[in-house]
Nanobody
Framework: QVQLVESGGGLVPAGGSLRLSCAAS????????MGWFRQAPGKEREFVAS????????NYADPVKGRFTISRDNAKRTVYLQMNSLKPEDTAVYYC?????????????????WGQGTQVTVSS
């Protein structure tokens, strides 16, 4: 079965940086758009960023534009999320996801596969 395994979360002060990684297995990685979502306590899961399987073309949620960068290494079957200038409101569990489409749909329900999540906590 498909596995997406996130890593790189942790506790960081406001203004700091983290780099999340998501390693995929049992997935034809090059065919899938990859994305990151996050879910804070008491809130719905929300789109953060996505990258399609070619070009590559990226999409970002407005709150993270200019601070976060998504990238992928198809040879390593891994997608990354570089997070800079972190804010306390970025605190959430971050999930990696795979979409057989182009990754432009920001609704969580349409994404095909999910990781277990990694906690990111930004202290003020």
């Amino acid at each position: 079965q498909v596995q997406l395994v996130e890593s790189g979360g942790g506790l960081v002060p406001a203004g700091g940086s983290l780099r999340l990684s998501c390693a995929a297995s049992r997935l034809t990685f090059n065919y899938y758009a990859m994305g990151w979502f996050r879910q804070a306590p008491g809130k719905e899961r929300e789109f953060v960023a996505s990258i399609n399987w070619s070009s590559p073309r990226t999409n970002y949620a407005d709150p993270v534009k200019g601070r976060f960068t998504i990238s992928r290494d198809n040879a390593k079957r891994t997608v990354y999320l570089q997070m800079n200038s972190l804010k306390p409101e970025d605190t959430a569990v971050y999930y990696c996801a795979a979409d057989l489409s182009d990754g432009t749909n920001r609704g969580a329900a349409v994404w095909d596969y999910w990781g277990q999540g990694t906690q990111v906590t930004v202290s003020s």
